[in-house]
Nanobody
């Protein structure tokens, strides 16, 4: 059974930092692209960042470039999202995603999400 379990969300003031973690099980983690997306009420889920399985190439939404860093630890089946210089507009539920090819609109697996709230 595939599981993606996120943690690390919470409330922080603007300018602060949080680190999200996603522990995966039930599939060969090292052979999957991993990523993060986020969603706010009434809006579509949007891509935030992803990391490939083959060469650890990383990709970011323009809105988070230079502030967020995605990384993975294959020994721990875990992907991380380090979020710095947080802004109120980063407030959302953040979802971990996994796909054998790339993190697109419909990856194979989603986590349950973790809430991030940034106050001004």
């Amino acid at each position: 059974q595939v599981q993606l379990i996120e943690s690390g969300g919470g409330s922080v003031q603007a300018g602060g930092s949080l680190r999200l973690s996603c522990v995966a099980s039930g599939f060969t983690f090292s052979s999957y692209a991993m990523g993060w997306s986020r969603q706010t009420p009434g809006k579509e889920r949007e891509f935030v960042a992803s990391i490939s399985w083959m060469d650890d190439n990383t990709y970011y939404a323009d809105s988070v470039k230079g502030r967020f860093t995605i990384s993975r630890d294959n020994a721990k089946n875990t992907v991380y999202l380090q979020m710095n210089s947080l802004k109120p507009e980063d407030t959302a539920v953040y979802y971990c995603a996994a796909d054998p090819a790339a993190i697109g609109i419909n990856p194979d697996y989603w986590g349950q999400g973790t809430q991030v709230t940034v106050s001004s």
